[in-house]
Nanobody, 126 residues
Framework: QVQLVESGGGSVQAGGSMRLSCVAS????????MGWFRQPPGKERDFVAA????????DYTDSVKGRFTISRDNAKNTVYLQMNSLKPEDTAVYYC???????????????????WGQGTQVTVSS
């Protein structure tokens, strides 16, 4: 079992920055691939970024490449999402998720992730 708690959301103007954190407890965090997903108002939840258990591989959806950075600190059981040059279309509820025991690169598929946080709202105003 893995429990995930996100923090760091809020409101920011376009062009600003924000860092989301997700603290994990329970099962071995260091062996889990971790992902960030987001759900804009009235839309489906979509992949944003993911990182392998050993941070040797990261993946991003095209719309955030060059602006967002995913990282992890296994000693602190924490994964981060640094978001720069934010745009109004980045407005969404952001969720972190854990995919335990994935030995290879992380997945983009929601169904591969067994554990989810409660989400944190990010609002970007123009």
């Amino acid at each position: 079992q893995v429990q995930l708690v996100e923090s760091g959301g809020g409101s920011v103007q376009a062009g600003g920055s924000m860092r989301l954190s997700c603290v994990a407890s329970g099962r071995t965090f260091s062996r889990s691939a971790m992902g960030w997903f987001r759900q804009p108002p009235g839309k489906e939840r979509d992949f944003v970024a993911a990182i392998a258990w050993g941070a040797f591989y990261t993946d991003y959806t095209d719309s955030v490449k060059g602006r967002f950075t995913i990282s992890r600190d296994n000693a602190k059981n924490t994964v981060y999402l640094q978001m720069n040059s934010l745009k109004p279309e980045d407005t969404a509820v952001y969720y972190c998720a854990a995919d335990p025991d994935r030995s290879g690169g992380p997945s983009r598929r929601l169904v591969e992730y067994d554990y989810w946080g409660q989400g944190t709202q990010v609002t970007v105003s123009s």
